[in-house]
C-alpha cells in the first residue's frame, strides 16, 4: 500500500557528506515509525536509524554523532543527513518501517571513496 523511492546517494571521498530522501506514497505515512537501512555486498540489511511518528529518533551506534534522521509528514518525506562518512559506510541504503513493513524499494548506493 505504500510504495518507497530511494533517492540521494552517490559517490562522496571520505569525510564528506550526503544527504539522502526517501519519498512515500500512500495515506498514513505520518502515522509510522520509519527507518533507514543499509545492506553492503555480503553483509545482512541493518538498521541505521530510525524515527517515530512524533519526531523521535533513534541511532546505530556506528552512526552516532554522524548521522541524522529526520522526516516531513506534510511531504511524506524521510531524510538521513549522513556527514564523516566513512568508506564502511558504502552500502544500498533503503527506507521502510520498523515492524509494519511495505515492499522495500530499489535503494539508493552510496559510494564512499578517495
Known amino acids: 500500500q505504500v510504495q518507497l523511492v530511494e533517492s540521494g546517494g552517490g559517490l562522496v571521498q571520505p569525510g564528506g557528506s550526503l544527504r539522502l530522501s526517501c519519498a512515500a506514497s500512500?495515506?498514513?505515512?505520518?502515522?509510522?515509525?520509519m527507518g533507514w537501512y543499509r545492506q553492503a555486498p555480503g553483509k545482512q540489511r541493518e538498521l541505521v536509524a530510525g524515527i517515530t511518528s512524533d519526531g523521535r529518533t533513534n541511532y546505530a551506534d556506528f552512526v552516532k554523532g554522524r548521522f541524522t534522521i529526520s522526516r516531513d509528514n506534510a511531504k511524506n518525506t524521510l531524510y538521513l543527513q549522513m556527514n564523516s562518512l566513512k568508506p564502511e559506510d558504502m552500502a544500498v541504503y533503503y527506507c521502510?518501517?520498523?515492524?509494519?513493513?511495505?515492499?522495500w524499494g530499489q535503494g539508493t548506493q552510496v559510494t564512499v571513496s578517495s
Open positions: 500512500g495515506s498514513f505515512f505520518s502515522m509510522y515509525y
Open positions: 521502510n518501517g520498523g515492524s509494519y513493513r511495505g515492499t
